[in-house]
Each structure stands twice: as C-alpha cells, then as structure tokens.
C-alpha cells in the first residue's frame, strides 16, 4: 500500500469534534542541542548519555537537531502543517542551571522568543515543565528519591509560570512520570540509570507530590488549563492461567493505575500499594499527601504506542524488571508486524483504552498528548521521504480514537509524536518518529508523507469535508 492509497480515502472518512485540537509534540533535550550556551546547567541527560555503553552508538542530545537556533524554521514547518497547537517541553536547567536559586534570564528568554513565534503563527503553545531532564545538582542531592525534589520542582513552576503564564494558555507538569521513576530507577535503561527498587518507589510518589505542589501553585497564579500527561500500555495476560492474570494485574498496576488513579481519586491502588511493600519498597506517602496529588486537574494527557501481553512464571526470569517485584513477570515479544523500535501495532487496544480511562477519570477531558511509530526513512531520489508505514499507523490510530470518542469518551485533542526526526534518548538517533524527517549532517528538514497526510486530515476536518 501506497500513501497515495490510503490518504484520499481516508482523510474524509473520519470526522472529529467541532474544536478538535490537531498538534504535534516534541521534548526539549530531544530536539534543542545547544546544551553549553546562555547558561544552561547540566541535566541528568547530559550525564546519562556522555556515561559510556548508556545510550545506542554514544549518541548524545549535544546537537540533536539545532531548534534552540531553527526554532522560526520548525515553527513555520508546524504552520505549513495546519497545526492548531504545539507540545513542547522547558528545559528545567537552561531556567535554573542549579536546580534552584538563580534564575537564568537567557534560558527563559528562549522560550519567551519560541512562543511569540507560534502565536504570531497562530499556533497555541502547550508547555510541558518536565519531560525528563532533571538538573543534574538536584540528582546530585539525590533526585526524585529526595522528596525536597518536589517543592524545587513546585518553585521551578512558579517561575516558568511568572514568565509565560500571560501568554502560555495550556500547562502541563510532567511527561511520563512512569518513565522518569521506573525506568530510570528501576530498570536503568534512562538517566540516571539506576536499579534500586526502593528509590524507584519514592521517586514514584515523589514526581506525583511534585504534580501536586506545582498544580497548586500555578492555580494561585491564575491557570485556568492545567493538566499532566501519563503514558498507558494496555496489558493483558497470555492465558486465563492465574499466573498470567496476576502477571497482568501487577504490571497494570504500575504502569497504568499507578499514576492515574491516586490523581484521579486521592488514593494509590490498594493491590499496587501491596505489592511495593511486598518488594520492600513501600511507597513513602506523608500526611495530607494523596490531597495534594489529587489536586483538580483540567484535562489529562494520554500518550499511547502499544499494547504489552504478559506471562507469570513459577521461577525468576533472570532479567533485571522494570517493574517493582517483577521478576517473575515475562513481557512477550508482539505477534504481527513491529516499528523499528520493536513495538507492536495495536489500534485497538487504543479505542479500549480511552473508554477505560473514561470510566477511571469520568470528567477530565482527555488529549492524546503522544502517539506515533518510529520507520527506516530515507530521502528518496525523488527527494522526498515516502513513509506509508507511519502514513498507516497515523490513520489507523486516529480512526481508532474517533471510535472511542464515538463511543463517549471525552478526547478533544490529538497531538502526534514527533513533529521532527529527533534524539530517541538511550536508542538515540537511530529512531525516527517525525513526520518532518531530519538529516543530522546537515539539519535539513524534509516533510515526510506523512506530514501531507496529516495535513490533508486537518485541512478535511476543519472544511467538514
Ligand atoms: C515517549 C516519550 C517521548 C518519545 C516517545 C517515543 O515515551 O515521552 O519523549 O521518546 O516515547
């Protein structure tokens, strides 16, 4: 199949809520290089990934792809695009090298620049405070297994907010606390690499408290669209087998109730609180604290990729988990075709899993903050960069998220990952997920295929085509 087959037909066959919000979204320590200049301080990033065996082939995000300086370019790519909106994150060190204390007027200078140009191209920006690179002076003091890490993660949002909150209509706290407590505590596998079970848990409860204290005080300053964006993966057990179903039960737990519902309703899943503290590693809640964490929110961010299917084992794996007192827990490799990065292709495991958040957080207005697939692009010798594989994911995954909405659940916005080829963190550059490819020799942007799809849907949703 063909973009060319698939583009016409479908772009008019889907039909989306008036208002629907079409965006694309990107990181900061992805995409901005530049990491020594106008003062930044080092982020866990920067260390992670200069540590030797961490990161595919070495690669660093010491360049990445140069929007710190193209940044008029990519937004003007974005307005090419049709985009109602952009997702981006601020980079916590360029706005205080040390983590706290001295505020680096460049570093929010930077952003003051990248929103001006977005509005004057009528693009509305939503801010994402962390999407993972942690001043490496706050790890050094122990990161989110320290719970003051939370309160300088509150200050740093008052900060941020003071300076963009005029003109910043849409924030949001985290990205992925599931990624910055597991798999960088836990499994090892992004910075700052650690494997301790028992700093992985407070660094579970720490990012959330840190959630709550930042929403708290971004509402005293006026936000009226605050939201967080949590990453799902649907799991399900290989068979029926109690084993299995538990394996299941667990790995859910962790990945997807963990954070959802103690937000959602003020309170940690009872058999996820058990199994942490089965682990030794109980989750360090305070008095007062779950109230914080459940602080009303405005809206919440969904990013989905895949689905996972799971086996419990009678005896330990032999692989180190990613999941607290998972050893006996066998993720199965995806049946039917997988991206570059390995993951699997699950449509409708998406329509499912926006219906259950539905039935989890009745009432909080969903945004697919994240969705996308990584391919082998090339230019090609025609000079242009044919990606029917993302074109078919990008439709299958939007026609499965009309269903849900279809069916009642409340998504009023889709943002797709990425909007440029960019640093894939510890698989670096070797995976693309943009829909504007990127040469990294000499930064040369090129809409793919699946940027003229994606326009095409937008163009055709807003004409009610
Ligand atoms: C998500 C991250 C994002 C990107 C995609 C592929 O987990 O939030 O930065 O790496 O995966």
Same mark, same amino acid.
């Given at each position: 199949?063909t973009?060319?087959?698939?583009? /016409?037909?479908?772009?008019?066959?889907?039909? %989306?809520?008036?208002?629907? &919000? %079409?965006?694309?979204?990107?990181?900061?320590?992805?995409?901005?290089?530049?990491?020594?200049?106008?003062?930044?301080?080092?982020?866990?990033w920067?260390?992670?990934?200069?540590? /030797?065996?961490?990161? %595919?082939?070495?690669?660093?995000?010491?360049?990445?792809?140069?929007?710190y300086?193209?940044?008029?370019?990519?937004?003007?790519?974005?307005?090419?695009? #049709?985009?109602?909106?952009?997702?981006?994150?601020?980079?916590?060190?360029?706005?205080?090298?040390?983590?706290?204390?001295?505020?680096?007027?460049?570093?929010?200078?930077?952003?003051?620049?990248l929103?001006?140009?977005?509005?004057?191209?009528?693009?509305?920006?939503?801010?994402?405070?962390?999407h993972?690179?942690?001043?490496?002076?706050?790890?050094?003091?122990? #990161?989110?297994?320290?719970?003051?890490?939370?309160?300088?993660?509150?200050?740093?949002?008052?900060?941020?907010?003071?300076?963009?909150?005029?003109?910043?209509p849409?924030?949001?706290?985290?990205?992925?606390?599931?990624?910055?407590?597991?798999?960088?505590?836990?499994?090892? !596998?992004?910075? /700052?690499?650690? !494997?301790?079970?028992?700093?992985?848990?407070?660094?579970?409860?720490?990012?959330?408290?840190?959630?709550?204290?930042?929403?708290?005080?971004?509402?005293?300053?006026?936000?009226?669209?605050?939201?967080?964006?949590?990453?799902?993966?649907?799991?399900?057990?290989?068979?029926?087998?109690?084993?299995?179903?538990?394996?299941?039960?667990?790995?859910?737990?962790?990945?997807?109730?963990?954070?959802?519902?103690?937000?959602?309703?003020?309170?940690?899943?009872?058999?996820?609180?058990?199994?942490l503290?089965?682990?030794?590693?109980?989750?360090?809640?305070?008095?007062?604290?779950?109230?914080?964490?459940?602080?009303?929110?405005?809206?919440?961010? &969904?990013?989905?990729?895949?689905?996972?299917?799971?086996?419990?084992?009678?005896?330990?794996?032999?692989?180190?988990?990613?999941?607290?007192?998972?050893?006996?827990?066998?993720?199965?490799?995806?049946?039917?075709?997988?991206?570059?990065?390995?993951?699997?292709?699950?449509?409708?495991?998406?329509?499912?899993?926006?219906?259950?958040?539905?039935g989890?957080?009745?009432?909080?207005?969903?945004?697919?903050?994240?969705?996308?697939?990584?391919?082998?692009?090339?230019?090609?010798?025609?000079?242009?960069?044919?990606?029917?594989?993302?074109?078919?994911?990008?439709?299958?995954?939007?026609?499965?998220?009309?269903?849900?909405?279809?069916?009642?659940?409340?998504?009023?916005?889709? %943002?797709?990952?990425?909007?440029?080829?960019?640093?894939?963190?510890?698989?670096?550059?070797?995976?693309?997920?943009?829909?504007?490819?990127?040469?990294?020799?000499?930064?040369?942007?090129? /809409?793919?295929?699946?940027?003229?799809?994606?326009?095409?849907?937008?163009?055709?949703?807003?004409?009610?085509v």
């Amino acid at each position: 199949m063909t973009s060319t087959d698939v583009r /016409p037909q479908t772009a008019a066959g889907l039909t %989306f809520p008036p208002g629907f &919000v %079409f965006g694309a979204a990107t990181a900061a320590y992805q995409i901005e290089g530049a990491v020594d200049v106008d003062g930044r301080g080092p982020s866990i990033w920067d260390t992670f990934s200069h540590t /030797p065996g961490k990161t %595919f082939q070495g690669d660093t995000g010491d360049v990445a792809v140069e929007h710190y300086v193209r940044y008029p370019q990519d937004v003007a790519l974005m307005k090419d695009l #049709g985009l109602d909106a952009y997702r981006f994150s601020v980079s916590w060190p360029r706005v205080l090298p040390a983590g706290a204390g001295a505020i680096e007027q460049r570093g929010l200078d930077f952003y003051r620049r990248l929103v001006d140009e977005l509005l004057g191209a009528g693009i509305a920006p939503w801010l994402t405070l962390y999407h993972w690179d942690l001043p490496q002076a706050l790890q050094d003091q122990g #990161g989110w297994t320290d719970r003051d890490t939370a309160y300088r993660f509150a200050e740093y949002a008052g900060v941020v907010y003071d300076a963009l909150g005029d003109r910043v209509p849409h924030w949001s706290t985290l990205n992925e606390p599931m990624c910055s407590s597991l798999l960088g505590y836990m499994a090892g !596998q992004h910075a /700052p690499g650690h !494997q301790d079970p028992v700093e992985a848990s407070r660094a579970v409860h720490h990012l959330l408290l840190g959630h709550g204290l930042a929403t708290q005080v971004m509402r005293d300053k006026g936000a009226d669209h605050l939201g967080i964006t949590l990453n799902f993966t649907p799991m399900s057990p290989a068979t029926d087998s109690p084993a299995d179903v538990d394996a299941a039960r667990r790995l859910d737990g962790q990945q997807n109730r963990m954070f959802l519902v103690p937000i959602a309703t003020g309170e940690y899943p009872a058999d996820v609180v058990a199994d942490l503290a089965d682990a030794g590693a109980p989750l360090p809640i305070e008095d007062g604290d779950l109230e914080v964490i459940s602080a009303p929110l405005d809206w919440l961010g &969904v990013n989905y990729y895949f689905e996972s299917t799971v086996r419990g084992l009678s005896e330990p794996s032999g692989k180190h988990p990613t999941f607290i007192g998972a050893e006996r827990v066998q993720d199965l490799e995806p049946e039917g075709p997988t991206t570059t990065m390995g993951w699997g292709i699950s449509p409708e495991a998406f329509t499912a899993l926006l219906t259950r958040i539905s039935g989890i957080a009745p009432g909080l207005p969903l945004f697919i903050t994240e969705n996308g697939s990584a391919w082998p692009d090339e230019v090609s010798a025609d000079g242009q960069v044919h990606d029917p594989e993302r074109v078919d994911y990008l439709l299958r995954h939007l026609a499965a998220m009309t269903e849900a909405i279809d069916a009642g659940a409340d998504v009023r916005g889709y %943002f797709a990952w990425s909007l440029l080829d960019n640093y894939e963190w510890a698989r670096g550059y070797a995976q693309r997920f943009g829909l504007v490819h990127v040469d990294y020799a000499t930064q040369v942007r090129t /809409p793919k295929d699946s940027a003229g799809t994606y326009a095409d849907v937008i163009r055709s949703a807003k004409d009610g085509v």
